[in-house]
Structures are given as structure tokens and as C-alpha cells.
């Protein structure tokens, strides 16, 4: 059974910075994905990011390229989000996710974290 759990966030305010890490556990692949994903009060969830675990390609959803950095360390089993120039339209609950190969849509994601709150405040 993979395990996936968040933390890192938090309140900051807007412009700050926050790094979220998400460490997985239990069942690995041969090659795979992790993904973040986020949802704000009232929305759909969205994607993020996505880092493939071997060959470290990447992918942001444009309103977070350039402020968003999303990398991985083999040795811990975690990925991490950097966020930086935070927006109070950042706000939302943010989920890493696996999947078994890159992809940008949730619904080929098998695992999920239980999410952990990002408030940017203006």
C-alpha cells in the first residue's frame, strides 16, 4: 500500500515563500510520476506540477510557471513543492498524488496524500 503524506503549510502572506514536501512510502514502480495538485474553496481541484521520478521532467499549470519550482529527492522518497511570490489566489488545499506514468490528469493518479492548507493572505 503507498502512503503519501504532506506538510509545510501554512499562513504566509502574500509575496512570501512556503515548501511543501511530500514523503511516499510503501509500494514503489519501476519508473512514475508525482504530481501536485491543489483546491480552493469553491473550485474544482486543479494540477499543478508534475515531476517524473527517473528522468526529472517537469511540468507547471501556467499560473504558477516561474514561481513554483517542484523537484525530488531520491534518497528521502519525498518531493517537494517551493512556492514562491505567493498570491492570496494561491489559497487552496494542496495534495501530492502518484501515478504510474507522466500525466497531467487526476484522474490517472492512484494515490493521493490527505492534503495539507496553504492561506496566502493579502
Known amino acids: 500500500q503507498v502512503q503519501l503524506v504532506e506538510s509545510g503549510g501554512g499562513l504566509v502572506q502574500a509575496g512570501g515563500s512556503l515548501r511543501l514536501s511530500c514523503a511516499v512510502s510503501g509500494r514503489t514502480f519501476s519508473s512514475y510520476a508525482m504530481g501536485w495538485f491543489r483546491q480552493a474553496p469553491g473550485k474544482e481541484r486543479e494540477f499543478v506540477a508534475v515531476i517524473t521520478w527517473r528522468a526529472l521532467r517537469t511540468y507547471y499549470t501556467g499560473s504558477v510557471k516561474g514561481r513554483f519550482i517542484i523537484s525530488r529527492d531520491a534518497a528521502k522518497n519525498t518531493v517537494y513543492l517551493q512556492m514562491n511570490s505567493l498570491k492570496p489566489e494561491d489559497t487552496a488545499v494542496y495534495y501530492c498524488?502518484?501515478?504510474?506514468?507522466?500525466?497531467?490528469?487526476?484522474?490517472?493518479?492512484?494515490?493521493w496524500g490527505q492534503g495539507t492548507q496553504v492561506t496566502v493572505s493579502s
Open positions: 498524488a502518484v501515478a504510474e506514468y507522466y500525466t497531467l490528469n487526476e484522474g490517472e493518479y492512484d494515490y
